[in-house]
């Protein structure tokens, strides 16, 4: 999971590097592990790209110094997160960059499973791969059908890229890429575009406002979520749809002012069915962001009453005192379940602001370890008392474990444990680092052997078909949901037991030790000269 972010400025003499920045801070919950920002002038004499990327947190990488480089009225940003086995290496930090047949540089959320295949296809095309992302490989998809649209006007490769030519390099990409995946790009001398996977698993939207230095231009903003357009003081329009493209084209001098804006096609599909990823609104998207139509905050409302209501089926007689959610993405769910039960709710755990996700960290053993960094007790909330913690999900169990331990150590009498989500029984393959299924704590076993592993009292989870109400009743068009790390079944319908054995080969954690071990060797070891 990534954020991206893509920013057109109608004034070509203005910056957009600020609002990136901004944009990817407020998007910062997306990825910890890498950020970037590429910017570029759309005016004809600029022939500039200027790209900052590294390692960290978006506070981290840009200095005051590598901002003032980021010159350009349009530019796209990124915040990183690891899937599918890749390394914390700064060669795989995005925004990333080819400059034939013309300047082009990508960002990408998501996860393409024919990576192999896309990979083997470019190497066929005499095109340099310098990584193994898949992200890399998607770029130069698009470079070479875009080369071919330019090829085909008869060899006037000086003449000005047109939006036709872009939507059909889009379109073929789209139809040799699987998988999930929301992008944005910049083209030299063009603008920005933002394209979406054709199941809209992955999310991206658009926003407008009028520009604040050129009377009667308009800015445009792409965006995961709605979040990060709401903080630069845009109109969020709508979602990307599925199997869409859309072009963000600046103004240009003494042009008719109909001609400015936003051109979109549908390129794969009609459009109209939507297949959102159900973990967005579980626990990746902030509350405050909305998400094909749906207020993440009000489909959390609704997973804490439905929640509840299992709560009360299966334990009408149980004496609980307290709910005690785990911050932070828990604390909406928590709360409406507690005013639904008529239970007071409390804030048990106090977190290191800090301190990054455990989800994400790369190891089992480190996050063990920033657990008890990360969370610490108000022993007042549970001395004596019977309660019960709200979590958003259960992984492995290793956060979840640790969480019941430090409640019993504050003298809690009961621990009960609920999760907002289903269990969580299958890999993720469209941009989730979820670890393979041996590693899921949920995988083949029961409730009771949970609760056994957790060292609670008992353990309780929603329901997939809840869930799925949750969001759809805040938005009554959404029909299906990506929802295979619950049910183990894949929307693309395009993977089998070789890939999963694959992936797991990847995703397991000795592995990925393995793999940030050696990145670490090469950076410490000198260059021979």
């Known amino acids: 999971m990534c954020a991206i972010l893509a920013l057109l400025l109608a004034d070509t003499t203005s910056h957009c590097r600020q609002a990136i920045f901004d944009g990817l801070t407020v998007l910062q919950h997306r990825g910890q592990d890498a950020a970037g920002i590429v ?52 060669e795989e930090a995005q925004p990333m960059y080819n400059n034939y047949p013309c300047g082009l540089a990508l960002a990408h959320n998501g ?32 470079a070479e059908e875009l ?36 992008v944005v790009m910049l083209i030299h001398d063009v603008g920005v575009l933002a394209f979406r996977d054709p199941w809209g698993i992955r999310p991206i939207m658009v926003g407008s406002r009028k520009s604040q230095t050129l009377e009667g231009g308009i800015d445009y903003v792409f965006s995961s979520e709605s979040v990060a357009s709401d903080t630069l003081g845009f109109d969020m329009l709508r979602d990307v749809r599925p199997g869409e493209c859309m072009l963000a084209v600046p103004m240009k001098p003494n042009q008719p002012r109909e ?99 455990t989800f994400i960290m790369p190891e089992q053993s480190q996050r063990k370890k920033n657990v008890r960094l990360k969370l ?23 956060t979840s474990t640790q969480l019941v331990s430090m409640a019993r150590d504050a003298g809690a009498n009961k621990v009960f444990f609920c999760s907002a989500a289903p269990e969580i029984r299958h890999p993720n393959i469209y941009g989730i680092d979820l670890p393979t299924a041996s590693e899921l704590v949920a995988f083949d076993r029961t409730s009771d052997e949970i609760a056994e592993v957790l060292k609670c009292d008992w353990v309780l989870f929603q329901d997939l078909d809840d869930l799925e109400e949750a969001v759809r009743a805040i938005n009554p068009e959404l029909k299906t949901f990506e929802g295979s790390t619950f049910s183990g079944s894949y929307v693309t319908n395009d993977v089998d037991v070789n890939y999963f054995s694959s992936l797991a080969e990847e995703r397991n954690d000795f592995a990925k030790l393995t793999r940030e071990q050696s990145v670490q060797s090469v950076r410490s070891t000198p260059s021979q000269v």
């Open 111 to 142: 996860n393409l499973t024919n990576k192999n295949q896309l990979q083997d296809h470019v190497r066929g095309l005499h095109r340099h791969l310098n990584t193994q992302s898949d992200s890399e490989a998607l770029l130069n998809v698009f």
């Open 147 to 182: 080369r071919l649209q330019l090829d085909s006007r008869g060899g006037q490769r000086t003449a000005k890229i047109e939006p036709e030519h872009i939507f059909a390099a889009v379109k073929r990409t789209m139809e040799l890429c699987r998988g999930g995946y929301a």
């Open 39 to 90: 910017t570029s002038r759309t005016t004809e004499d600029s022939t500039q790209l200027n790209q900052h990327k590294g390692l960290g947190m978006v506070r981290d990488v840009f200095t005051q110094g590598e901002m003032l480089k980021l010159e350009g009225n349009c530019g796209i940003g990124h915040c990183r997160y690891p899937t599918a086995g890749r390394t914390s290496s700064p």
């Open 376 to 398: 610490n007790t108000v022993r007042a909330e549970f001395e004596g008392l019977n309660v019960l913690l709200v979590d958003d999900s259960i992984v492995r169990g290793t």
């Open 259 to 357: 001609d400015l804006g936003l051109i979109s096609k549908q390129l794969v599909g009609d459009g109209n069915t939507v297949v959102p990823c159900l973990f967005e609104y579980v626990y990746f998207a902030r509350p405050d962001s909305i998400m094909n139509g749906v207020s993440v905050y009000e489909s959390r409302l609704q997973m804490g009453e439905k929640l509840a209501d299992k709560i009360m089926r299966e334990h009408p007689n149980e004496k609980i005192d307290v709910v005690i959610p785990i911050p932070d993405t828990s604390r909406t769910s928590a709360l409406a379940l507690a005013h639904r039960m008529g239970i007071p709710y409390r804030e048990g755990f106090i977190k290191n602001r800090y301190i990054g996700r």
